[in-house]
């Protein structure tokens, strides 16, 4: 079992929901997080001030799959998060030693 998190730009969340659901991904867990990759964020200007936007809004969307679903959740969302400019995202992918539905007790893959 694999743990694929993606951060996203906020305004594909419904592009990638929409790509992840098409393929069977039952469910995602979203977190409204802040940071930066190589853009190293960005100056704004405001009432005529210039200041450092150090930490960009980001999207962080986490799935727990199967190990035969990883290469095409990684496709979904690298084609749905795409826009072509700096500040796309990063997918990453962890092992998951062990997953329990809390209702069932159920563990493994039983309970994705």
Sequence with gaps: MKL???????????????????????????????????????TELYRGAEYVVDFLPKVKVEIAIRNEDLDRTIEAITEA????????????VTELEQVIRIRTSESGEDAL
């Design 4 to 42: 694929v998190s993606a951060i996203i730009k906020p305004f594909k969340l419904d592009d990638v929901r929409e790509a992840l659901s098409d393929i069977g991904v039952q469910g995602i867990t979203v977190t409204e997080v802040k940071g930066f990759g190589r853009q190293q964020g960005h």
């Design 81 to 92: 998060a795409a826009t072509g400019k700096i500040g796309d995202g990063k997918i990453f």
